[in-house]
């Protein structure tokens, strides 16, 4: 059976999942989240931008934003998966 593709928010939540453990450099981090590393930079840069993920000397660390909204995520999620949606 194919796997389904994630979404753009669940990758996103992947990423500050990883990131909410420590900071990573870039391609440890694309291996951790499971992407590829040209697709990891895109959202990365989305994510710097928005000020939920900074970058420092080359790795990339999750901000109080960024957890914040990852731990709203996995609310909604488990509320989500509660309800069989």
């Known amino acids: ?17 990883v990131l909410s453990t420590g900071c990573r450099p870039p391609t440890r981090l694309a291996t951790e989240a499971n992407l590829a ?4 930079a895109k959202i990365m840069e989305s994510l710097v931008e928005k000020g939920l993920v900074r970058e420092d000397a080359g790795v990339y660390c999750i901000t109080q934003e960024g957890h914040r ?4 995520y ?6 989500l998966d509660a309800v069989g949606i």
């Open 37 to 40: 590393y040209d697709r990891m």
């Open 74 to 79: 996995r609310q909604w999620r488990n509320f």
């Open 69 to 72: 909204l990852l731990e709203a």
């Open 1 to 17: 059976m194919a796997r389904k593709r994630r979404t753009r928010l669940e990758i996103i939540a992947d990423i500050l999942a």
